[in-house]
């Protein structure tokens, strides 16, 4: 019993790394004139590093609009 309980647990946490590892973020930002102007650049550089998806994670306007992202490969 004790070595499958032990078994389980090494399995579960190897499991966890695995799924962690794949889906594992990478932050870029972009500067534009508008909203549209800066997920333009956001969804460039998410191609450009051959990202399978993107999530904006924040977006400020100032003096222009500056937009930071996470990129999943």
Known sequence: MKTIKTLSIAAVAA???????????QSISAHGSTLDSA?????AQAKA???SSYKI???R???GVYMT?????
């Open 39 to 43: 997920q333009a650049h956001i969804a």
């Open 61 to 63: 306007a100032e003096d």
């Open 69 to 73: 992202a996470e990129i999943y490969k």
């Open 49 to 51: 590093a051959g990202a």
């Open 15 to 25: 499991l966890s790394m695995i799924s962690f590892g794949s889906f594992a973020a």
């Open 57 to 59: 994670t924040s977006a």
